[in-house]
């Protein structure tokens, strides 16, 4: 294990994650509504600060809290003392402070000055506003007369749904009828009706304040306000670059007695809009939507359930009770094909109603010569080659998670067309258009770039063939093969199974180097990921896709594999490729003006990772699957928390290999690598794998987990399942008990009847 435990630990009875020791940066958590609407997305951090952003049905983007710019102050108004609830960004200490990071939630509850204090921090699913509830007791045997500030900054800037950039133009109202202050955008043209912001008391209102520079002193520095000498909220307005929102509360507490304070803060269309959602809401009601959010994160949660041993538990308890967090999360304030789809591969398992709407929504982005648009939400029409390949492996992970063969005849237009056609039919588009669209050596071209966005053209790079989105091709061939035998399409089956055995011929015939494959060749024949390249002569993403898609045999893929061990596994995770590119060509374009050693040049890209440990149980590679997953945890002992500094309780999205922050995490929950990881963990590594006709089991355990459990939903059916790998065969299920008897094969037919089953496998 890593070193998570000298900063918090994970509390699985109680679905959270407790902080008690300050960590080596900033650690956040993500609070949101629902999917699909209009989204409100927000970070609490363990202090309590945090950006938030809204984004409109149409994908029109809104700053509403700036980074670093939102907190709750507690003065004593008898000695002037003033703490925050975390003790800083004001330099006073508090004792026993506990902060818990909950899927629903942020809570941080402290003492000071014999107050004992909690502020609470969500986002109800139904509105797109943010609910701070500050409790305060009074711990002393005298009255005590409290003022509480809250303060946000409020930008109001954004981009429209083609990613325009507009600005603002502000000024600030009290408006006493609220009990607060409303940050008036009056900047023309800007595309959202909610272009304003507000902050509002619900109890114990005093005055408000709508100018930062009222509330702090010359240096800006909201670590020592003015309320640390006396200053109180006189009501006054703000403009432009000045304007922020401060809410004044005061009141009483009795000896041993308590209060409470509810601040809102959000978008709004108008001062009326504000009325109507500060009717709806009361402390009680306030509680009974925090529940809600509670229960709908519970929900989620109970889907599935992992445990590899007590030395594992942290990594567990990051599946048990955060993963699916980030992988819902992962679709509030994004709309991304590649994102979207990649990431219902894991949302399905627990959240199968929500991923088919994704799908859906997916698929409508697809113009009718079978390519697609990089995203929706914001519109981006730059063309990626990889866009139309995850259709062809998604939709059929989807079907034989759920049995949902329907979703095929769901009737969708194309984009920007007249046309409308089955999601059948934009599948069979999708892999038509990628097998056409190809250049003089017959792979597919890359375009704008592939699944590496860093792979963009510079002014001369030329046509350039993707290998990888060649191979990923190949992937979803074979998965609309047997997904064409299953309709009983034979001439489908027989097009692509052609498709597939010409394109991997091309494939090995032109980009097998030697040991491994090439990542990308230019018009010109200059290759990237080769052993002729200077930099960047090879690449992690093609030797897992070639597994993936199958497209050679098992000795080939075998040799390609362990390059991957051999060039590059560091001790910070999985290169991306290696070594980087140190200097720019023009021939390659933007990847080689990144950082060396760092994202998508050389650094450790977990989403990549997640590849590589499902190609590592395809291979049978138990220990070399299992040290990937470790490698990728935030608890990664040869990369602990302390160098890492990332969440425990997310997935991140890469490590530097950049000597001065070597190790350093990034990027956490908004990435792709969570919902792989859980896939590669439950379907690959457990091996209970979704199938047609049920469930497939086929574990590819490492021979450090002797024993391990997973509760698991499939097709309405629940599979508590118990592996036995005390033989250390790792690989494959030599017996397999189902309520008790002992079945043939390894595939447990689903019952239909949403039945429990109990099963004991064997290695």
């Not at 009056?186 to 114990?204: E, N, S, T």
């Not at 597994?547 to 596994?569: F, H, N, P, W």
Request: net charge neutral; glycine share 6%.
């Amino acid at each position: 294990m890593g070193t998570i435990e000298k900063y918090g630990r994970f509390i699985e009875d109680e679905n959270c994650f407790e902080i008690f020791a300050e960590p080596p940066r900033k650690w956040r958590n993500i609070l949101y509504n629902s999917w699909g609407g209009e989204e409100y997305y927000s970070e609490a951090t363990h202090i309590g600060d945090g950006m938030s952003r809204y984004r409109d049905s149409l994908g029109n983007t809104l700053n509403v809290i700036a980074y670093d710019a939102k907190y709750l102050y507690i003065r004593d108004d008898e000695t002037g003392t003033v703490f925050n609830p975390a003790g800083m960004p004001v330099a006073c200490d508090v004792k026993n402070r506990k902060i818990r990071i909950y899927p629903s939630k942020t809570e941080i509850s402290s003492e000071c000055l014999d107050l004992r204090v909690s502020a609470r921090y969500f986002v109800p699913a139904g509105e797109c506003a943010e609910i701070w509830t500050l409790s305060l007791e009074n711990l002393s045997d005298r009255a005590r007369k409290i003022s509480v500030f809250a303060y946000a900054a409020f930008p109001l800037n954004g981009s429209d749904h083609e990613q325009r950039s507009f600005r603002s133009d502000r000024y600030s109202e009290i408006i006493e009828d609220c009990s607060g202050v409303m940050i008036v955008n009056r900047a023309m043209g800007v595309p959202i009706r909610k272009k304003h912001g507000f902050l509002c008391a619900l109890q114990h209102f005093r005055a408000a304040n709508g100018n930062r520079d009222d509330f702090t002193r010359a240096d800006y520095s909201l670590a020592s306000p003015k309320i640390l000498w006396g200053w109180n909220a006189d009501n006054k307005a703000g403009y432009f670059w000045d304007v922020a929102a401060i809410v004044q509360t005061s009141f009483s507490i009795p000896a041993k007695g308590r209060e409470r304070n509810d601040f809102i803060a959000g978008p709004c269309e108008s001062r009326e809009d504000v009325k109507k959602l500060l009717a709806r809401l009361d402390a009680a009601e306030i509680d009974r939507l925090e529940k809600e959010q509670l229960d709908c994160e519970l929900r989620r949660s109970s889907a599935f359930h992992v445990s590899t041993g007590k030395e594992n538990a942290d990594r567990d308890a990051l599946i048990n009770i955060f993963a699916k967090k980030q992988i819902y999360s992962y679709l509030i304030d994004k709309g991304g094909v590649r994102d979207n789809l990649q990431n219902d591969n894991g949302l399905v398992l627990f959240d199968p109603p929500t991923a088919r709407k994704n799908i859906l929504k997916c698929l409508s982005v697809q113009k009718a010569d079978g390519s697609s648009l990089h995203s929706w939400r914001p519109l981006n029409r730059k063309q990626y080659s990889d866009k139309p390949a995850w259709c062809l492996q998604t939709i059929p992970w989807y079907i034989k998670e759920t049995g949902d063969f329907s979703i095929l005849d769901e009737e969708l237009p194309f984009f920007e067309s007249t046309e409308t056609a089955t999601v059948m039919e934009h599948m069979r588009r999708a892999f038509r258009h990628l097998s056409k669209d190809t250049g003089k050596r017959g792979l597919c071209l890359q375009h704008f770039a592939d699944w590496n966005d860093a792979l963009e053209p510079s002014a001369k790079t030329g046509e350039r063939e993707s290998i990888m989105v060649s191979q990923q091709l190949c992937a979803g061939l074979l998965e609309l093969e047997e997904l064409a035998l299953r309709l009983d399409d034979r001439a489908l089956a027989e097009e692509v199974r052609e498709k597939h055995s010409e394109m991997s011929r091309k494939i090995n015939e032109v980009a097998w180097d030697g040991r491994w494959y090439q990542r990308t060749i230019c018009e010109d024949g200059h290759p990237l990921g080769s052993e002729r390249n200077e930099d960047a002569k090879i690449f992690l993403n093609t030797q897992s896709w070639a597994v993936i898609g199958g497209i050679a045999d098992k000795k080939r893929l075998l040799e390609c594999m362990e390059s991957v061990d051999k060039y590059l596994t560091k001790p910070e995770g999985y290169a991306i490729c290696d070594p980087p590119c140190r200097k720019f060509d023009e021939r390659i374009g933007r990847f080689t003006t990144v950082m060396p050693y760092s994202t998508e040049n050389g650094g450790c890209y977990n989403h990549a990772a997640g590849f590589k440990a499902v190609a590592d149980c395809m291979l049978g590679r138990a220990e070399r699957a299992w040290e990937t997953f470790v490698k990728v945890c935030p608890d990664n002992p040869e990369l602990p928390v302390e160098i890492s500094a990332t969440e425990p309780f997310s997935f991140t999205n890469h490590y530097s290999r950049v000597q001065s922050c070597r190790g350093r995490g990034g990027y956490a929950w908004r990435t792709g690598t969570a919902s792989w990881f859980t896939v590669a963990l439950i379907e690959w590594i457990f091996g209970a794998r979704r199938h047609y006709d049920g469930l497939l089991i086929s574990p590819c355990l490492s021979s450090s987990v002797k024993k391990a459990r997973l509760l698991r939903t499939c097709k309405g059916d629940l599979f508590d399942i118990e592996i036995d790998n005390s033989s250390g065969r790792c690989v494959g299920a030599a017996e397999i008990f189902v309520d008790g008897a002992k079945i043939s094969g390894n595939l447990i037919p689903s019952s239909k009847k949403g039945a429990k089953r109990t099963v004991k496998v064997l290695i």
